[in-house]
């Protein structure tokens, strides 16, 4: 079992940018407290300026719901779990500078191997979203493994930088299994086709 962590969150209020965004959304500028979603496609140095600003006006207001760097260290024990990157803030990668993602990478990277002594090598794509160009700036930060987000099975002809993986959520059991074996997307696909 891997972990994919962002390491943000968890050294500091334990509160990810888009709970922030979504409780404080009435303190967002034009349009995005009309639509959360276009947080999600504007440059990242964009977005880090709203949250951080709307971060400075909030304050630690939010519960939090990131593990703390204590937590990491005791998971980081067990043999049968290993702690994987998901970068520091959990930027959307191909929305991202060539120098915020090499920070992105080598930051995480970094921070997670001082809390718990061990090698990160495994990445995870935040949002399932990427383009062609992060895999050189990984095997430049020194991961030799990415997963994306979608379910469907590993083949001999798997790119060890697009690993695909079954993500479970906190939905029932048979909707979790529709997911796993792509079922769920099938399914929706066809019925947007009729809407």
């Not at 995870?124 to 030799?144: A, H, I, M, V, W």
């Not at 939905?171 to 299994?177: D, I, K, S």
Request: glycine content about 6%.
């Amino acid at each position: 079992m891997t972990f994919f962590i962002t390491t943000e969150p968890v050294e500091s209020s334990g509160v990810f940018w888009w709970t922030l965004a979504e409780r404080f959304r009435h303190k967002l500028p034009e349009p995005y407290n009309g639509d959360i979603d276009l947080l999600w496609k504007i440059p990242e140095s964009e977005r880090a300026k709203i949250i951080d600003k709307l971060h400075s006006e909030t304050g630690d207001r939010a519960e939090r719901e990131a593990m703390t760097v204590s937590d990491v260290k005791n998971i980081s024990g067990y043999d049968f779990l290993t702690i994987g990157s998901h970068t520091v803030n959990h930027v959307i990668t191909p929305n991202c500078t060539d120098e915020e993602l090499i920070y992105e990478f080598e930051e995480s990277k970094k921070k997670l191997e001082s809390w718990t002594g061990k090698k990160v090598n495994t990445f995870c794509f935040p949002n399932g979203d990427f383009s062609q160009r992060e895999e050189t700036f990984l095997k430049r930060t020194g991961y030799e493994m990415a997963v994306v987000a979608e379910n469907s099975f590993i083949t001999e002809n798997t790119d060890v930088y697009k690993v695909p993986r079954f993500s479970v959520g906190e939905g029932y059991f048979a909707e979790e299994l529709c997911h796993m074996f792509g079922v769920w997307q099938r399914a929706v696909k066809r019925i947007k086709s009729i809407i």
